[in-house]
């Protein structure tokens, strides 16, 4: 299993465990936050959890364009990591306090750097594997 | 060999995710920094496309890669029953799309949802069989 594949179960599982946690702080009733925390945990289900393990899966399991027998992460692997992960970190500590501090330009700069980081996430996702989902291995200058 | 109906589901479902992920962005900058009210009209293009278009479509991809092949006869069993199971999902899903932004909504809803149903039961039948261990029906496989 190549390292980044690691790092993307192993995240994926802490995301997992965060987001079955604060479901269950959102029903505590003495620390009811209603809707707060609601996309919260929606997307580290989604996006922390289900769609990191199928990344990590997927960089792991579909046949590599080109062929290296060090099977070493490439730069598209390791950004697409490092990008998602961040993206979601600074979601998560600034989403629930946008209501509060809305029109504060710290938590605009946060929420916008996160956003981008997550779409250049998936974008850097798709620019790897998109070549891994094809017939069979064409020849590549590598492999021929 | 990856088969041409799971290259279809996969390529679909990592074009969704760019489009659910990318109008995500919107919705979540939406929430500091006001872009345009009616953005939020997006919202349920966001979670329809990230359920169905990008995971469920995504596993139903690999699964029909990845799961024992027959050892006689087709592979993969009817892969005409596996390309139809694709176009009607796809169909039924980009209708549901189409019917968040018309006035014909429940009635697109409904045919579109009735796809999607089509889509996912042919799948299911195209890979119920496939469920199995070759040493528990070696004699059917053989």
Redesign the interface.
Known sequence: MPKVTRWFIKAGMLYFLLGVILAFISELPLLNTGALLLPVYWHML?IGW??QI?MGV?IW?F?RKWRDKKKRESVLCLLTFWLLNAGLIL?FFA?PF?PFF?DYLA??FV??I???F??AA??TY?AE??PR????NRKTPASA | ????P??WM??LA?VY??IS??V???L??Q???NLHPMLWSLLPIHFEL??WG??VQ??MG?AYW?FPRFLKGPKRGNEKFAIISVVSFNAGLLFLMAGYFTEVHSSLRLSSRFLMLFGVTLFVAVMWNRVLSYRQVPHEHS
């Not at chain 1, 989902?133 to 069979?136: D, F, L």
């Not at chain 2, 060999?1 to 041409?4: E, G, I, S, T």
Request: cysteine-free.
């Open positions: 989604v289900l769609t199928i997927s399991m046949p979601r989403e946008i809305r938590i605009q929420i916008i996160s956003a981008l997550q779409v998936i974008s798709i594997i998109w989902v094809q017939p069979r | 060999m990856m088969p041409k799971s290259i996969l390529r990592l995710l760019l992920v990318s995500g962005g919107l979540l900058i929430k500091t920094v990230a359920i990008w995971l995504f596993v690999t990845m």
